[in-house]
Each structure stands twice: as C-alpha cells, then as structure tokens.
C-alpha cells in the first residue's frame, strides 16, 4: 500500500461556524479506511470537500500526488474519486440495468450529434457491457430489469455502489453505507466492500456502525469537533482513552 489519497490541513468554515479544522489524514492505496466520530464532528463536511460539492477553506486534498481540491465534483469524479450518499439517490422509476447505465457516463459521455447521426453504437454497446459488469459484480445481474424502487433496503444499497463502481473509479467514498440495514444485510455488505478493495478499488467509508467499521476497516481516523482526535487500526481506536471519552463518555469499549 502506498500513499494515494492525502488531506492535509483541511479547515472548512462556514460564517462563524468551523466545521473541519486544519484536518491531515492520509489513505493508503487498496486500504478500506473508516473516517468516525461522533455526530457533529465533520466527517460528512469532509467527505464534501473531498469529493468536490464544497471547497475549502484552508488546505488541500491531494491524489497521487496531484492537487484536486477546490475542483468540481464533475472533474474529481473523472480523476476517480466518486461517492455514494448516506440516503439513496436512485431513480425508482428506472430498471436495475438503466440506473447502473448513469454511472458510465464518465466513460461513455454522451453526445447528440454522434447519436443522430449513429456513430455512438460502439460507445452505447460499451456502456451497456459495463453496466452488466457492475451488476454482475454486486450480484444484481438477475434483477437488471426489476424496478429499482422495489428492490429490497439491501440491493438498493448494494445498488447505488454498482452505479459508483461503473464509473471505474480508483476511489469510492461511501457516506453510511449500513444505516438500516439488519445484520444479515450489514454481513452482505461487508463481504460486497471487501470484494470491491480486492478488485483494486481504494475506499474511504464514514459510517456510525462500529462493529462493521471494526470488522471492515485497515485504518481508522476518527473526528472529534472538526480536529483529528485519533488515527490507527481498529484495535488502537478500540482501546483509545480519547476515542472512548468521546463516544462513550469512558464506558470500556467503542465497539
């Protein structure tokens, strides 16, 4: 694992109020990194300012090197970092296949003349092939052309990360992935994140379920106020006084 995904001094203000203060943590190529903390703390400001929908304050974000901070989310996405959010942002009305179809968008980018005029044949074959892909890979190839308004919490969550995945991004940022989900579909989906870190994708994960962020994650930053509070594996963030305080106001364990 090498250093792929880097914030650096990251501060987000908005008026008065400062949400992320001078913020560094660093994610490792092919790492699942959990981003914590109790609520209010900034993670999701975090994540926003990662993926492009504010621009910071202070500091920067770096990938591979290269700075994308302050670009627009159209432009981080083309450099491969795209994000799912905590609440479902599917189109009900449309298939399985139709909404994995949206993701490719980044690869296969429309054009009306070329589609008038019917050169985008071999693009829209492309597009569909990799949409299959990703369903086929999240296994929702056999409920490609169900509704997806009708699917289950599960597939939909598992959903939303095919349309992320068909994109080919390098990195996933995955907003509470387990909110509602029982335990046999927060099994499922641990088993679907740790396919996807395998496959090469990099994943930073903000999530309130400790037992799957402990059971999930190669390291862990956790937030407190906007600040870094802690960073390590998940048994130091376990057993770390501060991290406890600030969960749990000193009860023995985080998860």
Not at 174 to 190: I, K, Q, Y
Not at 227 to 248: M, S
């Given at each position: 694992m090498t250093d792929f995904l880097h914030v650096d001094g990251l501060t987000m203000r908005f008026g008065g109020l400062t949400a992320v203060d001078s913020l560094s943590f660093t994610v490792d190529h092919g790492a699942i990194h959990g981003l914590i903390g109790p609520n209010g703390a900034g993670k999701t400001t975090t994540f926003n300012a990662i993926?492009?929908?504010y621009k910071p304050t202070a500091g920067k974000i770096l990938l591979?090197?290269?700075?994308?901070?302050?670009?627009?989310?159209?432009d981080v996405a083309r450099r491969g970092v795209v994000r799912t959010f905590q609440h479902s942002t599917l189109f009900a009305e449309l298939?399985?296949?139709?909404?994995?179809?949206v993701g490719t968008h980044m690869a296969f980018r429309p054009n009306i003349f070329a589609a008038i005029a019917g050169w985008d044949r071999e693009d829209r074959h492309g597009a569909r092939a990799r949409a299959r892909e990703a369903l086929e890979f999240f296994g929702?190839?056999?409920?490609?052309?169900?509704?997806?308004?009708?699917?289950?919490?599960?597939?939909?969550?598992a959903l939303g990360m095919a349309v992320a995945f068909a994109a080919h991004p390098d990195v996933i940022l995955?907003?509470?992935?387990?909110?509602?989900?029982?335990?046999?579909?927060?099994?499922?989906?641990?088993e679907l994140m740790r396919k996807l870190r395998d496959s090469g994708v990099t994943i930073l994960i903000v999530e309130h379920d400790m037992h799957a962020i402990m059971g999930l994650c190669d390291k862990i930053t956790c937030m407190s106020f906007?600040?870094?509070?802690?960073?390590?594996?998940?048994?130091?963030?376990?057993?770390?006084?501060?991290?406890?305080?600030?969960?749990?106001?000193?009860?023995?364990h985080v998860a």
């Open positions: 993926s492009g929908f591979r090197g290269e700075e994308i901070s302050g670009l627009k989310m159209h298939s399985v296949l139709e909404n994995a179809l929702l190839d056999a409920l490609m052309h169900e509704r997806a308004g009708d699917l289950a919490h599960g597939h939909q969550r995955l907003d509470e992935p387990f909110t509602g989900m029982n335990p046999e579909e927060t099994r499922a989906m641990m906007g600040k870094l509070l802690a960073e390590g594996g998940p048994e130091d963030i376990r057993n770390h006084p501060d991290v406890i305080e600030a969960y749990l106001g000193g009860a023995r």
